[in-house]
Structure formats: structure tokens, C-alpha cells
């Protein structure tokens, strides 16, 4: 009787002594922060709808386009960014994203 030939070893999903797998939860932290400035980007927006109001006399249906316009911005640059992202590498473009963000806001804030 021919000796059975011992089965392969089943592919470990994290192997324990690279590098990702001690960082994870760095990794997991900058993804929750770049999404709480997202989330705050967005809050701030609905707050300022008051003023927004007020100061440029918007209508409802005006006030639903600033809001849904910033909607539909993000969504097109999340499908570009990620190609971008799977190019060129995620963690350059999640940075480059993050500036980019951060400068608009700053300009926004002193227009």
C-alpha cells in the first residue's frame, strides 16, 4: 500500500510575524480617523445650513443641492481616488486625499 502523502498545510490569513499583521490596528485607526474627518466635514456642512439661510436668502430646493452636491462629489472622487489608490499605492493617495481635504476646508473657511 503506497504511504498517503501528508496534505498541505491550510494558508494561514494572517501570518503573525509580518510587519501588516503587528501594525493592524495602526492601520484600522488611520482608516477611522480619515473617516471622522469626513463625517465632521459633513456635519459642519449641515450645520452652516441656518446660515446659509440666512446670508445668501437660500431657497429649500437650493439648500438640497449644496447638501446633496457635496454628496455626490464625494462619491465620484471615491471611485477615482480608489483607482488611483490601486495604482499608485493607498497610502500616498489616502494622503494626498486627506491634504487636499484639509486645504479645502481651510480655504472654505476663509471665503
Do not use: E, H, K
Amino acid at each position: 500500500m503506497a504511504a498517503l502523502a501528508a496534505a498541505p498545510a491550510a494558508p494561514v490569513p494572517w501570518d503573525r510575524t509580518s510587519r501588516a499583521y503587528r501594525r493592524r490596528w495602526w492601520i484600522l485607526a488611520v482608516c477611522c480617523l480619515s473617516l471622522l474627518v469626513i463625517i465632521v466635514d459633513n456635519s459642519i456642512l449641515n450645520v452652516a445650513i441656518p446660515t446659509l439661510v440666512r446670508d445668501l436668502d437660500a431657497s429649500t430646493s437650493q439648500l438640497q443641492w449644496i447638501v446633496d452636491s457635496y454628496t455626490l462629489v464625494f462619491a465620484g472622487l471615491l471611485l477615482t481616488a480608489g483607482s488611483l489608490g490601486d495604482r499608485f499605492g493607498r497610502r500616498g493617495a489616502l494622503q494626498f486625499g486627506m491634504v487636499a481635504l484639509g486645504l479645502g476646508s481651510v480655504a472654505a473657511a476663509f471665503v
